[in-house]
């Protein structure tokens, strides 16, 4: 499977400030996987964020987040990037990245996660 390490995040920033967060992917090669964001608040169940086809760029985004957040690759280095500008004190989670193939029903691969905080 692919290995992904989450980077980016362990700040804590204020409403209204932007950060961006990286996921670095090893292992496999992405033409046929989907890399997702997901994101885990304090006693709450982790929810997807966004995601992007590898192959064609094209990115899906929960409707949360949409205008704000925006998820991007780097081919070069094997790197998504989610940048999330607008911050509100709920995005604070930990931010996971994950793979899956596309035709796969389920995510497989997960990074370690990365902490957001955003205060108020």
């Known amino acids: 499977q692919v290995q992904l390490v989450e980077s980016g995040g362990g700040l804590v920033v204020q409403a209204g400030d932007s950060l961006r967060l990286s996921c670095a992917a090893s292992g496999r090669t992405l033409s046929s996987y989907v890399v997702g964001w997901f994101r885990q608040a304090p006693g709450k169940e982790r929810k997807f964020v966004a995601s992007?086809?590898?192959?064609?760029?094209?990115?899906y985004y929960a409707d949360s987040v949409k205008g704000r957040f925006t998820i991007s690759r780097d081919n070069s280095k094997n790197t998504v990037y989610l940048q999330m500008n607008s911050l509100r004190p709920e995005d604070t989670a930990v931010y996971y990245c994950?793979?899956?193939?596309?035709?796969?029903?389920?995510?497989?691969?997960w990074g370690q996660g990365t902490q957001v905080t955003v205060s108020s």
């Open positions: 992007i086809r590898w192959n064609t760029g094209i990115p």
């Open positions: 994950a793979a899956r193939d596309y035709s796969a029903p389920t995510y497989d691969s």
